[in-house]
């Protein structure tokens, strides 16, 4: 299994901006579509953005304000977000999901709180 670490999470204002970013390890990473999912409290996990090699995917909510990116060279997977809201408070998590960018993840990290305040 692939180890994840999230880091860039933290507390930003409405309208702000945050970048997250997910540091993976060994092949698996490199040959899987990474993604983002997030949980807010009382909520089920949803799904955020994905990435693989020639495809991206990004939930409605997420098109237009946040933008995934792939670093192969750093291992990396970042999700810029913009123009944040209240709603978008939540633990975000990134994701593996071998069978490409239109499936449900296979497992996540430990998770990076993103919080917005109004």
């Known amino acids: 299994q692939v180890q994840l670490v999230e880091s860039g999470g933290g507390p930003v204002q409405t309208g702000g901006s945050l970048r997250l970013s997910c540091s993976g390890s060994?092949?698996?990473?490199?040959?899987?579509?990474v993604g983002w999912v997030r949980q807010a409290p009382g909520k089920e996990r949803e799904f955020v953005a994905a990435?693989?090699?020639?495809?991206?995917r990004y939930a409605d909510f997420a098109k237009g304000r946040f933008v995934i990116s792939r670093d192969s060279a750093r291992n990396t997977v970042n999700l810029q977000m913009n123009n944040l809201t209240p709603e978008d408070t939540a633990v975000y998590y990134c994701s593996i999901h071998n069978g490409g960018v239109n499936t449900q993840p296979d497992y996540w990290g430990q998770g990076t709180q993103v919080t917005v305040s109004s």
């Open positions: 060994g092949r698996a990473f490199s040959r899987a579509a």
């Open positions: 990435i693989g090699w020639r495809d991206q």
